[in-house]
């Protein structure tokens, strides 16, 4: 089936308000964006275990290119954990890689939190499709956050 839409985590939702876990996105040191390939299917309604980075479905696909966007991801910067006018938004500054990164079919990303160790470890927050195939050849990949942000949860 592959990539078709960006979801959050309902784990993620659920851990957090049954305090299961303890993400802080606004001050967790390390929130990062792995990029992956179309030989995955995503599914926000994983256990926490399998929303981890290198778990699930997260195991394989990554798409990196060394110290330009290392495995694992790079880490965001600039987050914003904000709520206004009965909407929750979770942003970042646009995510580049270094200035001469080769990467090849990129789909999507997995955005998790690498500060947390238990009791999940690299657990993931959410994953947004790109609407398609990227790639870029000795250049700079960048994500460009939309004007939403990473997403928004409106109540």
Known sequence: MAWSASKVFATYLTDIVNNTTA????SD???KAALFDNSITPSA???????AFGA??????????????????????SITSTFASNVYTFDAANTASG??????AV??????????AAPVADQGICFNYFG????????TFTIIWNAAGIFTITV
């Open 29 to 31: 040191a390390s929130i």
């Open 45 to 51: 309604t994983v256990s926490s275990a399998n929303s």
């Open 132 to 139: 398609g195939t990227n790639s870029v050849t000795d250049g």
């Open 56 to 77: 699930g479905v997260w195991a394989s696909g990554e798409v990196f290119d060394g110290a330009e966007w290392a495995t694992g991801g790079v880490a965001l910067g």
């Open 107 to 116: 789909f999507g990303t997995l955005v998790y939190d690498d500060t947390i």
């Open 23 to 26: 993400m802080d996105l606004n």
């Open 99 to 104: 200035s001469s990164a080769t990467l090849a």
